[in-house]
T-cell receptor, first 112, second 115 residues
Framework: KQEVTQIPAALSVPEGENLVLNCSFT??????LQWFRQDPGKGLTSLLL?????REQTSGRLNASLDKSSGRSTLYIAASQPGDSATYLC???????????FGKGMKLTVNP | GAGVSQSPSNKVTEKGKDVELRCDPI?????LYWYRQSLGQGLEFLIY????????KSGLPSDRFSAERTGGSVSTLTIQRTQQEDSAVYLC?????????????FGAGTRLSVL
């Protein structure tokens, strides 16, 4: 059974810092992993989807990596801004299914 | 529409009442998912529809929960005899097909409060 963990649960940083958000998963047969952003009172916005055949995906200031052998994914945020403040969730599929298993998220606060 | 639409955005009900939550997926998306987000449990899968196939109901927490999808588009999640522990945000997502490599696009959710 897939289990997804995100540590720490919250992070507060000054503006401009480069950040690394961690996600670990138990099923190394994972074939993709997604990172989402959730703003208060809103739904989830997909940030990046990494397939198992890829090692990295980049979108603007965001870069996500996937290491199946170690059961880890990281989301790198360059030059953080107050607008990056949100909860970030990672999710991987349950076995070979379409059902996503989510981490509990990491609440990021970027202070001006 | 441009995105996944859910209604109502907020629902307050009394314990024991039935509620219906609605989801309009992105036009043309064949796969539709319901998830529940609660403070203690995080985000949990509830049910998945793909085309005309039988839905995957493996995440429904009890037989008080049911969902249907009419005409392969709009879906309704029904909770009968609501309990306080049903209070949560119910999120709907759709994807272009049911393949596990497809991005799921989420609606803003329905916040359900059971008094």
């Amino acid at each position: 059974k897939q289990e997804v963990t995100q540590i720490p649960a919250a992070l507060s940083v000054p503006e401009g810092e480069n950040l690394v958000l961690n996600c670990s998963f138990t099923d190394s047969a994972i074939y993709n992993l997604q990172w989402f952003r959730q703003d208060p009172g809103k739904g989830l916005t997909s940030l990046l989807l990494i397939q198992s055949s890829q090692r990295e995906q980049t979108s603007g200031r965001l870069n996500a990596s996937l290491d199946k052998s170690s059961g880890r994914s990281t989301l790198y945020i360059a030059a953080s801004q107050p607008g990056d403040s949100a909860t970030y969730l990672c999710a991987g599929p349950q076995g070979g299914s379409e059902k996503l298993v989510f981490g509990k998220g990491m609440k990021l606060t970027v202070n001006p | 529409g441009a995105g996944v639409s859910q209604s109502p955005s907020n629902k307050v009900t009394e314990k024991g009442k039935d509620v219906e939550l609605r989801c309009d997926p992105i036009s043309g998306h064949t796969a539709l998912y319901w998830y529940r987000q609660s403070l203690g449990q995080g985000l949990e899968f509830l049910i998945y529809f793909q085309g005309n196939s039988a839905p995957d109901k493996s995440g429904l927490p009890s037989d008080r929960f049911s969902a249907e999808r009419t005409g392969g588009s709009v879906s309704t999640l029904t909770i009968q005899r609501t309990q306080q522990e049903d209070s949560a945000v119910y999120l709907c997502a759709s994807s272009s097909s049911g393949g596990a490599g497809n991005i799921q696009y989420f609606g803003a959710g329905t916040r359900l409060s059971v008094l």
